[in-house]
């Protein structure tokens, strides 16, 4: 099996070959709610699609205690082993939608007909903040360390995504600058997004 113990043990446990690290993916969490919280919207309902072994939980609940938290994930393994909900994004049907919805690092690992049907469903799914991060063709070619990441996957331009991502939401941005000389690690979809004629949005 793909998503099997082996899976998880090579990209997610083992020091020497993960990906990331708990406190890194705790970190991102953290930052994806406390903005969520400060564009003012009221979670009551959580999904962490492709929730993998839930290192993002510990941030929804410190953030937001009274929401409930669904976690979502295909791998067998891990969705008996922490009572996930066990069903690809693009099929789930939930009785209400979210108010805060994570897909960060799934949508690679499916086919282009079934990651449109996904981000279609995410439209469907989501009444508030989705945070949405995929490895892209650009990222494997200049930001990924491929010695630790999963190359068996689907490589994507960002503007595939992006094109199917503007049917129902827009890109909320952060404002946060950096010093020039630091390079933030971000995958592509992270950054800001250029508009349709490839400048950059500007207001007076």
Known sequence: MRFDAEFYRRYYRDPATRISTPAEQLRLADFV?????YLGFTVTRVLDAGCGLGHMRKSVVRFFPRAAYVGLETSDYLARKHDWVHQGLEEYRPQAPFDLVICHDVLQYLD???????LANLGRISRGA???SALTLEDWRSTADRSRSDGGVHLRPASWYRQRL???FRHAGAGVLVRRGFTPVLWELERCWPTAGGQRRQRS
């Open 130 to 132: 989705l945070y949405l």
């Open 33 to 37: 709610c406390a903005y969520t919280a």
């Open 166 to 168: 503007a049917r129902n």
């Open 112 to 118: 282009d007909r079934t990651a449109a049907r996904a």
